[in-house]
């Protein structure tokens, strides 16, 4: 039997976790700072033994998942490699930057540690173990960044230990992930809490503000509400490449202003259009904009009782739905209902049985 250390049983620790907890022939050991997410994780069935100490844990590993924010991941890879270890150990971690625990990694002296680093590329605006989900990676790319040591088995073995994630995996240089994901998930961080700044320092002026923040502010700065400790840390660790990103959108940033103000409409119109084809045509999310739930998007009309039809079709038809939200609703006009729901069967049965009633349904927005 295999016996598996995850250290850092959070959002994506515990949601590894209950995946991992698939493989009945793996002894699963949590390792966590906090007494309480411990204690949650046994009495949930998250782990099968609970360790306030990584040491102890890490001697008993033949894999060790480092899923603690990434500074401190860095320093758990640290630390084990100052342990006497009888056996090897394949070590991999979740971290959203991959440079510095690669760095560790590949100047790491025991010969017992073949590091393999990853990157599950989904995740939520919560944190805890009690939002974490089994199917919190599902359709998700996997990031891995193996060190030259690790060989196609150790590849193996840890897609194996994944497989219950049903994301799929593709292998980067830790450099290639870092620009990458500076580009689609960290840069973007920062603009969204940039807007959310910049629309405080307007209500100074302008109390009524926030109440005319229409769907595309709340749908632009969704991930404003995440986790401040792990993006800042990520922002840090990402530092170089978070610098020439803040260098390219100043440049970009001044070149609209100037198109802007010498009034060349041509440009700009280009710039849009350019801008919405390569929106359009980005591959459609599997999964809901609720990470973790399965979205509908339906047209409704803006007439009385048009919002409990909808409802009531779905749930005549025995579906439950987790969430609802209207989107753009303004007096006139059509408006969208995005319902979300717990499993992808439940969302199609939904949109079947919607459509049948002459609704227009789409899966993406
Ligand atoms: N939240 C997200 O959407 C995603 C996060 N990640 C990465 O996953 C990692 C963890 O993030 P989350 O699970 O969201 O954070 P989280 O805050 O939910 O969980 C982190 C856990 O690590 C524990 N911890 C902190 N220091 C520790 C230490 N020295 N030893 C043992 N446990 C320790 C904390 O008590 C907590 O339970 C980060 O490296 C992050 O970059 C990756 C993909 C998505
Ligand atoms: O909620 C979202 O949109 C995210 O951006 C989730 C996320 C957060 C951190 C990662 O390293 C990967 C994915």
């Known amino acids: 039997m295999d016996t598996v250390v995850i250290a850092g049983l959070g959002l994506i620790g515990g949601s590894l976790a209950r995946n991992i907890q698939l493989h009945k022939e793996v002894h699963l050991i949590g390792v966590d700072q906090k007494d309480s997410t411990l204690q949650y994780a046994l009495q949930h069935g998250i782990i099968d033994e609970a360790s306030s100490s990584f040491q102890a844990a890490a001697q008993k590993a033949d894999i060790i998942l480092l899923a603690a924010p990434v500074s401190k991941s860095v320093e758990l890879l640290k630390e084990l490699d100052t342990m006497k270890l009888d056996k090897k150990v394949l070590v991999t971690d979740v971290s959203s930057v991959k440079g510095p625990i690669f760095r560790q990694a590949a100047s790491l002296r025991s010969d017992k540690i073949v590091f393999i680093g990853g990157h599950p590329m989904a995740g939520s605006h919560k944190h805890g173990i009690e939002a974490s989900k089994a199917h919190l990676f599902e359709n998700a790319i996997y990031v891995l960044t193996p060190v030259q040591r690790a060989k196609e088995g150790d590849l193996d073995l840890l897609k194996d230990l994944l497989d219950g994630t049903k994301s799929t995996f593709i292998t980067l240089s830790a450099e290639e992930h870092d620009e990458m994901t500076g580009v689609v998930s960290h840069f973007p961080h920062l603009i969204a809490s940039a807007l959310v700044q910049q629309a ?128 753009e609703l303004r007096e006139g006009l059509t408006g969208v209902l995005r319902l979300s729901f717990a499993e992808q069967k439940i969302q199609l049965k939904a949109k079947g049985v919607l459509e049948v009633f002459g609704y227009e349904v789409k899966i993406e927005d």
């Open 200 to 327: 405080k320092k307007w209500e100074t002026k302008h109390s009524f503000l926030p109440k005319l923040a229409a769907g595309g502010f709340r749908d632009i700065t969704r991930i404003a509400s995440s986790n401040p400790g792990m993006w800042q840390d990520i922002f840090f660790q990402n530092k170089e490449k978070m610098a020439v990103l803040l260098d390219d959108w100043i440049e970009e940033m001044q070149n609209f202003r100037k198109l802007l103000l010498e009034d060349h409409r041509q440009e700009i119109h280009a710039y849009l259009e350019e801008a919405k084809h390569y929106r359009d045509g980005l591959e459609p999310r599997k999964k809901g904009a609720i990470p973790g739930y399965y979205d509908l998007y339906v047209d409704i009309t803006d007439r009385p009782g048009a919002l409990q039809k909808v409802l009531t079709i779905v749930a005549d038809a025995g579906l439950s739905i987790v969430n609802i939200q209207i989107l």
